[in-house]
């Protein structure tokens, strides 16, 4: 069974900056393109990055610079680095996988950027 947990969300100030993780568990986790995504308040699902099972990551524009996406294989683990926060980062942050077509996300951890 695909599990999927991300934690390290809180409270932090506008600029400040925050680290999430995801643990995985139940599939070949090095061989997976993990991704983040969030949901604020109200609104849909947004994609926010993604890293490939050799490292390589991808960003939605309006994280590019601010966040830094990285893997520990060894770990089955995925790192979510974001810095320079905005109020409108505020959001519940999940990770996803996809295994043999089926789509799992993880509980989420909840992000409030506010002063």
Known sequence: EVQLQAFGGGLVQPGGSLRLSCAASGFTFSS????????????VIEWVCGVFS???????????????????????TVNLQMNSLKSEDTAVYYCE???????????????????
């Not at 997976?32 to 609104?43: D, L």
């Not at 050799?54 to 089955?76: I, L, P, W």
């Not at 996809?98 to 993880?106: A, I, K, L, N, Q």
């Open 32 to 43: 997976q393109y993990v991704r983040w995504v969030r949901q604020a308040p109200g609104e």
């Open 54 to 76: 050799d490292g390589d990551s991808v960003y939605a524009d309006s994280m590019k610079g601010r966040f830094t996406v990285s893997r520990d294989n060894a770990k089955n």
């Open 97 to 115: 996988v996809v295994v043999d077509g089926v789509r799992s996300r993880g509980q989420g951890t909840l992000v409030t950027v506010s002063s």
